[in-house]
């Protein structure tokens, strides 16, 4: 069956570590991955997108990296701070997913804490 | 620019009540969502609107329905909630999702059926 798996339900770290989030997938061939950013109670903000194509993104502080060898999407965050606190998602659109334009599947994601 | 926007925010419902979300987006996108996040689940789609006119099924459509009634508008209508139902519910927008542009959110939607 088809998966995106988020394997931390929830990383602790110490401010000024970096933070490194996994997402693995399995029986899909994403055309792309993104990477979103979601606070208590408010809905997910996009951060970063990779394609299949691209083995790096970086941005700020932010860093994805993408193995479709692999199947997995690290999402990296150097020198974390406390406001980095929230959960992150990953999602993907299957290059293989027909005419449909609506399907892109998040992973149930991971809560990051970054303690001072 | 407000981006997307959906009303109301917090509602109860009693189970067999019917009401209806209502989302707008500003930004002339195509493409409409209607998302619903449980603990444990992560985000799942409900229904979808590739333009203006057209809706399609997502991932757990059964118990609601959708209306685009403009390129700006995308409701979803509860007909006879369940306890079920309950859960936290998200608008989103996009443009050409297949082209790599990115989906941009609403603030979410909390609704509890008793």
């Known amino acids: 069956s088809q998966k995106i798996e988020q394997n931390s339900e929830a990383l602790n770290i110490q401010e000024g570590k970096t933070a490194t989030l996994t997402c693995n997938y399995t029986n899909y061939s994403p055309a792309y991955l993104q990477w979103y950013r979601q606070d208590p109670g408010r809905g997910p903000v996009f951060l970063l997108l990779?394609?299949?194509?691209?083995k790096e993104k970086r941005k700020e502080r932010l860093k994805v990296t993408f193995d479709t060898t692999l199947k997995q999407s690290l999402f990296h965050i150097t020198a974390s701070q406390p406001a980095d606190s929230a959960t992150y998602l990953c999602a993907l659109i299957p290059s293989n997913y027909g005419g449909s334009q609506g399907n892109l599947i998040f992973g149930k994601g991971t809560k990051l804490s970054v303690k001072p | 620019n407000a981006g997307v926007t959906q009303t109301p925010k917090f509602q109860v419902l009693k189970t067999g009540q019917s009401m209806t979300l209502q989302c707008a987006q500003d930004m002339n996108h195509n493409s409409m969502y209607w998302y619903r996040q449980d603990p444990g689940m992560g985000l799942r789609l409900i229904y979808y609107?590739?333009?203006?006119?057209?809706?399609d099924k997502g991932e757990v459509p059964n118990g609601y329905n959708v209306s685009r009634l403009n390129k700006r508008e995308f409701s979803l209508r509860l007909e006879s909630a369940a306890p079920s139902q309950t859960s936290v519910y998200f608008c989103a927008s996009s443009v050409k999702l297949r082209s790599g542009k990115t989906i941009y959110f609403g603030e979410g939607s909390w609704l509890t059926v008793v």
């Open positions: 609107s590739a333009s203006e006119g057209t809706t």
């Open positions: 990779i394609r299949e194509n691209e």
